[in-house]
């Protein structure tokens, strides 16, 4: 069964810290993984998308990794911001379809305090 | 910033009212999605459309039904609403092989009472 599983659920940091959100999927076949913040109330925002062969992508201070053999990923928040408090989407695409069909993640909920 | 939109964002009804949730987007994509999410809980695929006259059911069951007679329009439909769908919905779109990007809209909070 295809699954995407996300933790911590919840993670609470303190404003300038670092964090790392983790992602453990059995997809397949694998076609990419993205990472999506969603703010309380609004739609999911890309941050970052991974293809087979890529292992790492950063878009500002989130820098995402991807290991296709154990079927991992990360993303790295540095220097976190308050503006950083989302839930944080792991989101996995086949490729067994002419859908691609997404699965997601229930989410990591990151709230950074002042 | 992606270009699609949904209307309403918020939206109180009635039981047994019919309702339509509103999603356009200008980015000329092919395929559109309805996702459904429960708070603190993943999305669920409810509908998708390849392009205009082609839409199927996704793997949550849903009551709601769908259509798409232009591209940019995807409109859902629910034909008399109950408290069990009191949700968010959530429209998207995306273009080609399933490695391009897919962009959503802001979602609407449906609340049946």
């Known amino acids: 069964k295809n699954q995407v599983e996300q933790s911590p659920q919840s993670l609470i940091i303190l404003e300038g810290k670092n964090c790392t959100l983790q992602?453990?999927?059995?997809?397949?076949?694998?076609?990419?993984l993205r990472w999506y913040k969603q703010d309380t109330g609004r739609g999911p925002v890309s941050l970052t998308i991974?293809?087979?062969?890529?292992n790492t992508k950063s878009n500002g201070r989130y820098t995402a990794t991807l290991d296709a053999d154990t079927k991992q990923s990360s993303l790295h928040i540095t220097a976190s911001q308050l503006s950083d408090s989302a839930s944080y989407i792991c989101?996995?695409?086949?490729?067994?379809?002419?859908?691609?069909?997404?699965?997601f993640g229930r989410g990591t909920q990151l709230t950074v305090w002042p | 910033e992606a270009d699609i939109y949904q209307t309403p964002r918020y939206l109180v009804i009635g039981t047994g009212k019919k309702i339509t949730l509103e999603c356009s987007q200008t980015?000329?994509?092919?395929?559109m999605y309805w996702y459904q999410q429960d708070p603190g809980m993943e999305l669920h695929l409810i509908h998708y459309?390849?392009?205009?006259?082609?839409?199927e059911k996704g793997d949550l069951s849903s009551e709601s039904t769908v259509s798409r007679i232009r591209t940019e329009h995807f409109p859902l439909t629910l034909e008399s609403a109950r408290p069990s769908h009191t949700s968010q919905y959530l429209c998207?779109?995306?273009?080609?092989?399933?490695?391009?990007?897919?962009?959503f809209g802001q979602g609407t909070r449906l609340t049946v009472v």
């Open positions: 989101v996995v695409s086949d490729r067994g379809s002419t859908l691609g069909r997404l699965y």
């Open positions: 459309s390849y392009g205009v006259n082609s839409t």
């Open positions: 992602c453990n999927y059995t997809v397949s076949p694998f076609s990419n």
């Open positions: 991974m293809t087979f062969s890529e």
């Open positions: 980015m000329g994509h092919d395929k």
């Open positions: 998207a779109s995306s273009e080609g092989q399933a490695a391009t990007e897919a962009f």
